[in-house]
């Protein structure tokens, strides 16, 4: 299950080499795909938001025609698959993606085409895969109101919601506010990017100005919770609302790293607050910048935390109840696939352990 995840920040190195190379485009700093998938790791690492966000240069220029978008599109969902994700929810800015002339409705359209065929192709392969688009509008831009229009037209195609992505320090989000205010009359979803680069301030105006439903990170909201020298933990009036609120924190934790917004990954709040009961999630942002999956994810968070298969399964039937899907739907996965997938390599592993030399815990 997985909320937050960026089309153009998790293309393949080798497509993302090849469709450089059909139109052109000598921005990249490589033509070897293994050698492009290492660069972006490395110059990811260790960076602050903004110049994390150069990296979308090269992703952006290429995905520029109705069937780059469908064949990225296609891909991405093909991999999630592959990884074993069964839900997703990927985002993306239809701005973007009209430099070359593309009008905003063949952008969302052709996206979506390749989401379906992706779906399609992971049926046929024995991986069946529900994906969904969010339509995300920049801060720095002034297009908002005319994104949320478009989610809103879409939303029985196969778009689950609205989003603001971008720069947060100097971007308040006041000037969005008709934007969230139209996705509000017409009973639409939305997420903010809140809490990432900036702090309390950004999370507060995502839920009381925007009213929106999720939290696109929420990492920052740790700035309102003290942890005490013997143990106990007092959390301020913002994270009392959004825990007692049940708000979804869309967290990532391998980009927060990568971003500066934790120092490492033992320093991430995921562990903290997922033992205060926080509605959090795990997912991926940017697999191409970060280098990840949805299952290296959640194996290195195991690994840090001391994590076991009841807390990844708890991890994920939260990402599932704060899906922007129905509740049937959202009921059907968690009863009929999430609890049972989780169960048997919860027995699978108990029997494991029962011989020598063997570990319980999630490979």
Not at 13 to 26: F, R, S, W
Not at 78 to 96: C, K, N, S, T
Not at 237 to 249: F, H, I, K, W
Request: charged share 20%.
């Amino acid at each position: 299950m997985l909320l937050h995840d960026h089309l153009d920040g998790g293309l393949r190195p080798a497509t993302l080499v090849e469709m450089a190379a059909a139109i052109g485009y000598e921005g990249l700093p490589t033509k070897s795909p293994e050698e492009m998938g290492r660069r972006f790791v490395t110059e990811a690492s260790g960076l602050d938001l903004v110049r994390y966000l150069q990296g979308f240069a090269h992703t952006v220029a290429v995905m520029q025609t109705a069937e780059a978008l469908e064949r990225v599109a296609r891909e991405c969902v093909q991999d999630l698959a592959e990884d074993g994700v069964v839900y997703a929810e990927v985002r993306f800015a239809p701005e973007l993606h009209t430099e070359a002339g593309l009008r905003l409705e063949p952008v969302v359209e052709s996206v979506l085409a390749g989401f379906g065929a992706g779906m399609d192709l992971a049926r046929a392969a024995g991986r069946p895969i529900v994906v969904r688009a969010l339509l995300t509008a920049m801060r720095t831009a002034a297009r908002s109101l005319e994104i949320a229009r478009l989610a809103v037209h879409y939303r029985d195609a196969g778009v689950a919601g609205f989003d603001v992505a971008g720069p947060e320090a100097g971007y308040p989000l006041v000037p969005h506010l008709e934007a969230f205010n139209l996705v509000q009359r017409e009973s639409f979803h939305a997420t903010v990017h809140a809490g990432e680069a900036f702090g309390l301030p950004s999370i507060w105006q995502a839920l009381q100005l925007c009213r929106a439903e999720r939290l696109g990170h929420g990492v920052r909201i740790l700035d309102d919770i003290t942890v005490h020298e013997d143990g106990g933990v007092t959390l301020g009036r913002l994270a009392s609302y959004v825990r007692d609120c049940r708000v979804p924190l869309e967290l990532c934790p391998t980009s927060n790293v990568h971003t500066r917004a934790v120092g490492n990954l033992a320093e991430h709040p995921i562990g903290l607050l997922r033992k205060l009961g926080f509605r959090a999630t795990i997912n991926t942002d940017n697999r191409l910048m970060s280098g990840v999956s949805l299952s290296s994810e959640m194996a290195g968070c195991a690994e840090v935390f001391g994590w076991g298969w009841a807390e990844l399964k708890w991890l994920s039937i939260n990402a599932m109840k704060s899906a922007f899907c129905d509740f049937d739907e959202r009921l059907a996965l968690i009863n009929g696939v999430i609890k049972p997938g989780y169960d048997a390599l919860t027995a699978e592993a108990a029997f494991r352990v029962s011989g020598p030399g063997t570990s319980a815990g999630p490979h």
